[in-house]
């Protein structure tokens, strides 16, 4: 079975920036797309950005020009790089990528479609 685990998060002030780590175990294959998603306090959880096994990159309309996806094939590890945090990017994010077994496929922008999350990790940005 695949696991992806999120790492990186923490507490940045506002106008800064954070890394974070999406490392995956467990597949078999480097290529393959994976998904950022966020969860606010008393909100829904949203897509925030997503790389193809192409390297294709996509964001959501709240991040895009502040967030950039990224990968390492050889290590497996897909990173969510996030400049001008302000208190609106506190949540709780996580990765993800539809699995199978231990390959890959892609990544929904509808969390709903998943059935599975990680822990994910929190970044806090005070107001």
């Known amino acids: 079975q695949v696991q992806l685990v999120e790492s990186g998060g923490g507490l940045v002030q506002p106008g800064g920036s954070l890394t974070l780590s999406c490392a995956a175990s467990?597949?078999?294959?480097?290529?393959?797309?994976v998904g950022w998603y966020r969860q606010a306090p008393g909100k829904q959880r949203e897509w925030v950005a997503g790389i193809t096994g192409g390297g294709s990159t996509y964001y959501a309309d709240s991040v895009e020009g502040r967030f950039t996806i990224s990968r390492d094939n050889a290590k497996n590890t897909v990173f969510l790089q996030m400049i001008s945090l302000g208190p609106e990017d506190t949540a709780v994010y996580y990765c993800n990528s539809n699995c199978q077994g231990r390959k890959c496929y892609g990544y929904y922008t509808d969390p709903r479609l998943f059935d599975s999350w990680g822990q994910g990790t929190q970044v806090t940005v005070p107001s």
């Open positions: 467990g597949i078999i294959s480097s290529i393959y797309g």
